[in-house]
């Protein structure tokens, strides 16, 4: 089966800790972002690769780092700067450089204790 | 004021009517429409895609966009419980471009059996 998994589904973070989240395809997909969705609003892109190696921030990078040493792999961390991490997460990917046809994975949401 | 606006909803309608999903935005560089369809606690899937102007139609969803009037539309027709769930509209200025999606906020759709 193709797609994009995510892990964990639920994530608890102490306060000062980072954490990271996982996201793995095997679409063989160039692109892959990472989005931010809270209640009430549409998501919010927070880091963007589109090719092994090198990556973009987004709107809302602030808190957030990324790293792509693999083409099917694009993890996550949520460090300690970020002050209100409560939010679901949704990892995505595109063929080449579509961005208009973005595939999604189920998500991750993480509280914070 | 937003790029994107979506009005949140929530939308209640009986099964077998017509449902008409809308977005209006304000950057007329947008060439690219996308529906995505998201249920509760799940990634958005890919629903409807349109460049430019015009209508598309897939089943019981037809995509309307108005580039005139900075418009988008979605209609489901005869609708069905299993259309539940949260539509959210997307743009992007250019294809080949990786970041350039805008998501609107969602609509919340209950089709009542």
């Known amino acids: 089966d193709g797609g994009i998994t995510q892990s964990p589904k639920y994530l608890f973070r102490k306060e000062g800790q980072n954490v990271t989240l996982s996201c793995e395809q095997n679409?063989?997909?160039?692109?892959m972002y990472w989005y931010r969705q809270d209640p009430g609003q549409g998501l919010r892109l927070i880091y963007y690769?589109?090719?092994?190696?090198?990556?973009q921030k987004g709107d809302i990078a602030e808190g957030y780092s990324v790293s792509r040493e693999k083409k099917e792999s694009f993890p996550l961390t949520v460090t300690s700067a970020q002050k209100n991490p409560t939010a679901f997460y949704l990892c995505?990917?595109?063929?080449?450089?579509?961005?208009?046809?973005?595939?999604f994975g189920p998500g991750t949401r993480l509280l914070v204790l | 004021q937003k790029e994107v606006e979506q009005d949140p909803g929530p939308l209640s309608v009986p099964e077998g009517a017509i449902v008409s999903l809308n977005c209006t935005y304000s950057n007329s560089a947008f060439q690219y429409f996308m529906w995505y369809r998201q249920y509760s606690r799940k990634g958005p899937e890919l629903l409807m895609y349109t460049y430019s102007s015009g209508n598309k139609e897939d089943g019981r969803f037809t995509a309307q966009v108005d580039k005139s009037s900075k418009y988008i539309s979605l209609f489901i027709r005869d609708s069905q419980p299993s259309d539940s769930a949260t539509y959210l509209c997307a743009m992007s200025a250019s294809s080949g471009s990786a970041r350039q999606l805008t998501f609107g906020s969602g609509t919340q759709l209950t089709v009542l059996p």
């Open positions: 679409l063989n997909h160039d692109a």
């Open positions: 690769s589109q090719i092994v190696n090198d990556f």
């Open positions: 995505a990917s595109s063929a080449g450089q579509r961005a208009e046809t973005q595939y």
